[in-house]
């Protein structure tokens, strides 16, 4: 797919004279305000795969071949880093790709609360730019609106999502919790919200709209999966992660509340004593593996994975899409499995 | 001006039957949703003048008399809640209207960073509301846009005020700084947004729109400098608050702003050393109000408030606008001195 590394370039590049556009209006006001947007811009174009921007490039290219969809795909990156700079805040994150946090970064000149203070702020001013870009694009005032309705529905779903991430505890979570967590964390915001911009502003007939949520609901959902189970049984010299974060951080995943349901009296109580342990021995974490291999919930979420990504596949092989967005899709619900 | 209660009244009553109805949609899915909802709303509706949305409601009614206006205005009082909340954890507040903030809320049942996390989330979740309800009015797409291009346009002035406002330390601002800062932080948001929007959506002639904002400007930069002088000189039995908490916190205003370059060495390097202490004695504040009267600004500050609501209602005084929409900014204008 070479085309991708096009597309990924010229999304870069958009984003990068966006932000600089930005910065250059305020040039002048207060050195803070330049900080501030220095820092978002940095954070923002330090790398990331761009999957949110492609996805709705690509769902548009199923049924359009003008390239007027790429300006309104920045404001799904937008959208990512607002999130993420304040999801860096929630989770108490020191890195980022690699590279310090907002909040982090301030705090080399502030102190902690000053530090999470500026963070807030970069990620709310981050949230309006989102709008921005889709006022700003080649629309008509009805299909901007359109693209906005999804941005909204978009933010409401991850914003609840998070929610329910953040403040319960894990083993208070059911399997149908953790199903609804996936679709309004992660399916909604990554590959739902993406391909209802993208296919909607290229106009696309209804039915199949339709089947591309198929597929988007599905891919959506093993993406996040996948990445649970490879951010404790992954390799971490591919991923690049340490694999007991989520254990430190007690993450609720389908692979614990799956163990919890299906493994013994004495083996769940192992789990709750250790899962969300800071100071986690690397023989606990062994041992918390095995208890998750042995139960059958390793291999009933790999299988999962699979089910889904054929499931999403299906749903969109048969109907007639153009070659270029179609074979994104594809690809991509067989890469996920590759991403960490 | 009777009908303004009325006006006040059924923003009230929008506005809890738009967040009721969210409750609703979401209800079963978590109880932490629920709960941040709840909070929400609970937050939103405990009180408040309703400044913004009445704002709006009357600059669109300088030029028509239907009430479609009103359900747009309840989005610049979401916006409130949005920036409020965020606010609230930024200055450590622990009350807001009489009541505890969010995240003092949360802390009765969370740990201090997890009721901060939900108070971001309740932020976020309030900002993308404001979209829901511009989409949702009964105006056209174009006009819709034109409101939202408004809405994205305050948002990010704000949040660069706010950045001015929280970073900085206030020995560092100039007059004109503080100038900037009080337009970015509250002039937009306040008074040239909602008027905005009002007067936009109203299909107001683009010279009268302009003589608009000229009032808008004055008048809410007036509004500021007012709250300033009487968070520190006003009676705490009228205004609700103690007095000592500008002091504390260090706040950045003119009234210190201009006494710093009008006292003697002396003077300052007192103001230097009690101008933000969290312990300042009620001695001290007493020194230090009696400093900023000597120096001629605490008169420089009341004078500029008289001249800017004379300005502002210089403004619109001679332009033809509907009586009913008129009266109100022009009676508005003198209010903002009773207002605290």
């Not at 940095?42 to 790429?70: M, Q, V």
């Not at 301030?106 to 309006?128: M, R, T, V």
Request: hydrophobic share 35%; with cysteine; charged share 30%.
């Amino acid at each position: 797919m070479e085309n991708i590394e096009t597309y990924r370039e010229k999304v870069n590049s958009l984003l990068k004279s966006f932000l600089n556009k930005k910065l250059e209006k305020n040039r002048g006001v207060s050195p803070y305000i330049n900080n501030l947007i220095e820092n978002l811009t940095e954070y923002t174009l330090r790398g990331g795969k761009r999957i949110r921007p492609l996805t709705t490039i690509f769902a548009y290219k199923c049924f359009k071949d003008d390239n007027k969809i790429i300006d309104v795909s920045l404001s799904l990156e937008l959208m990512q880093s607002y999130l993420l700079i304040h999801d860096d805040i929630m989770d108490k994150s020191n890195l980022r790709r690699g590279l310090p946090t907002i909040h982090k970064l301030y705090e080399k000149e502030f102190n902690p609360h000053l530090s999470l203070s500026a963070a807030i702020l970069a990620g709310d001013l981050c949230s309006s730019y989102i709008y921005d870009i889709i006022l700003e694009s080649k629309f008509s005032p009805k299909e901007k609106i359109e693209a906005i309705k999804y941005i909204s529905w978009i933010l409401e779903r991850e914003i609840l999502g998070q929610t329910m991430d953040v403040l319960p505890n894990f083993k208070e979570l059911t399997e149908k919790d953790i199903w609804k967590l996936y679709e309004l964390k992660t399916a909604t915001y990554t590959m739902q919200g993406p391909i209802y911009i993208g296919s909607i502003l290229a106009n696309a007939p209804e039915e199949k709209i339709k089947k591309l949520q198929e597929y988007a609901y599905n891919i959506g959902i093993a993406f996040q999966l996948h990445d649970d189970v490879n951010g404790i049984f992954g390799n971490t010299k591919e991923t690049g992660k340490p694999n007991d974060s989520d254990a430190k951080e007690g993450k609720k995943t389908l692979l614990i509340t799956k163990t919890l349901e299906l493994c013994s009296k004495e083996e769940k109580e192992f789990i709750f004593k250790n899962w969300g342990t800071k100071e986690i021995s690397s023989k606990d974490l062994e041992t918390i593996k095995k208890i998750i291999k042995n139960s059958g919930a390793f291999e009933y979420c790999q299988k999962k994975v699979n089910e889904l990504i054929e499931k999403g596949k299906s749903s969109i092989k048969n109907i007639e899409l153009r070659q270029e967005g179609k074979t994104y899709l594809l690809e991509m619900a067989d890469y996920i499995k590759n991403l960490y």
